[in-house]
Every structure is written in structure tokens, then in C-alpha cells.
Antibody, heavy 119, light 110 residues
Framework: QVQLQESGPGLVKPSQTLSLTCTVS??????????WSWIRQPPGKGLEWIGY???????HYNPSLKSRVTISLERSKNQFSLKLSSVTATDTAVYYC???????????WGQGALVTVSS | QSVLTQPPSASGTPGQRVTISCSGS????????VNWYQQLPGTAPKLLIY???QRPSGVPDRFSGSKSGTSASLAISGLQSEHEADYYC???????????FGGGTKLTVL
């Protein structure tokens, strides 16, 4: 069974870049059947899809975040990463990595990583 | 303000059947499949229903989904205390060109 685990700094200063990595086990990110996503959830609020990457390198981002988001693959480590630039307090959230398949966002999820934006 | 509209709360007594609605538009639910997620307190969301009414392996048949027009519903029969959670609907939005989620419904078992 595939498992995902987020890692990265839990505190980021305003205007800096948030960086998180998702390590995938029990499956290969190079499988063409899946997409690899980031989804976030501000404290006490709902879910927001950030974007996904396919093993081919093709990406697709939420238009509301597109100018600040980069998702990339590290195939040799079976990992994918998120970078969100110019962060503000409104970017404080639990960030989840997830596996998508056609028609389904998030059939498997990581446990989530809380990132707080504060000076 | 979420693109998909869910009631913020729902409740029922043990053994009851409850339904949670998810309302959208022709650019999202009206033209695409709907998925549902369960988020137990302090945990990550878990896929509960996909492609409108399909259950992943391991999800009991007390959970069911349906879709009609620009709305979808999740039904839970034989309500139990362990079903207390937040429930989210999601679908692709052709206008926004991204996945969109409902605001979530907090289910309380009285």
C-alpha cells in the first residue's frame, strides 16, 4: 500500500519561500497512472487544492496560486516537492501531499505538515 | 467562499440515516464526477466515495453517494459515534480549471 510523508520547516518568515518534500513509499512516482498533488488546509478551515505533477513532469496549478507555486519531482529519491514563494500569514496551513488518479484527487494522503508563516 | 456549497453542520442519533448535500453548477458538478472525503478529528482526509457512487476497498456499504444535475449527496446509514467527522465533497471545475472542494460538513452523532 502506498504511503506518503511530508517533511520540511514548520516555520517560515513572511515574504520567504515555503518548501516541503513528500516521500512516497510502497509505489513509484514514475507510474504513468498517477498524479502527485499538494493540498492545504488553513487551521479550522476547508481544503484547497494547490496543484499536481505527473511523472512526465507535466504540472497543473490552482490559478489562484499559480504565480507563486512550483511542484517538482525527484525521481531517484521517489519524492516530489512544493515551493510556495512570497508567503504571508494567510499561507499558514496544514499542507498535505496526496496521490491522484484520473478523476480522483487524493486517493491516498500523507499525514500533513503544519507550516506557520510568522516573523 | 467555497465553489461547492455544503451545510456547515449535520447531526443524527445512533442508528439513524443522515444525508449531506453538495451543491455546485454546470461548470463543476454538472459536468464532472464527484468524490467525497472523511476527515476524522486531527487526521488527514480519507477518500470515502469516488466517481459519484463508488466505494474504495475497505469502505463499508453504509456509505453511499449520488449525483443529480448540479448537486450531489452523501448518505450514511446506521449512524455510529465513530462517524463523527468532517465530510468534504470535491470535483473538477471546468471554468477554474482546477479541483474544487466544498466547505465541509461537520457531522455530530447525538
Amino acid at each position: 500500500q502506498v504511503q506518503l510523508q511530508e517533511s520540511g520547516p514548520g516555520l517560515v518568515k513572511p515574504s520567504q519561500t515555503l518548501s516541503l518534500t513528500c516521500t512516497v513509499s510502497g509505489g513509484s512516482i514514475s507510474s504513468g497512472d498517477y498524479y502527485w498533488s499538494w493540498i492545504r488546509q488553513p487551521p479550522g478551515k476547508g481544503l484547497e487544492w494547490i496543484g499536481y505533477i505527473h511523472y512526465s513532469g507535466r504540472t497543473h496549478y490552482n490559478p489562484s496560486l499559480k504565480s507563486r507555486v512550483t511542484i517538482s519531482l525527484e525521481r531517484s529519491k521517489n519524492q516530489f516537492s512544493l515551493k510556495l514563494s512570497s508567503v504571508t500569514a494567510t499561507d499558514t496551513a496544514v499542507y498535505y501531499c496526496a496521490r491522484d488518479r484520473e478523476g480522483v484527487a487524493g486517493d491516498y494522503w500523507g499525514q500533513g505538515a503544519l507550516v506557520t508563516v510568522s516573523s | 467562499q467555497s465553489v461547492l456549497t455544503q451545510p456547515p453542520s449535520a447531526s443524527g442519533t445512533p442508528g439513524q440515516r443522515v444525508t449531506i448535500s453538495c451543491s455546485g453548477s454546470s461548470s463543476n458538478i454538472g459536468g464532472n464526477i464527484v468524490n467525497w472525503y472523511q476527515q476524522l478529528p486531527g487526521t488527514a482526509p480519507k477518500l470515502l466515495i469516488y466517481t459519484n457512487n463508488q466505494r474504495p476497498s475497505g469502505v463499508p456499504d453504509r456509505f453511499s453517494g449520488s449525483k443529480s444535475g448540479t448537486s450531489a449527496s452523501l448518505a450514511i446509514s446506521g449512524l455510529q459515534s465513530e462517524h463523527e467527522a468532517d465530510y468534504y465533497c470535491a470535483t473538477w471545475d471546468d471554468g477554474l480549471n482546477c479541483w474544487v472542494f466544498g466547505g465541509g460538513t461537520k457531522l455530530t452523532v447525538l
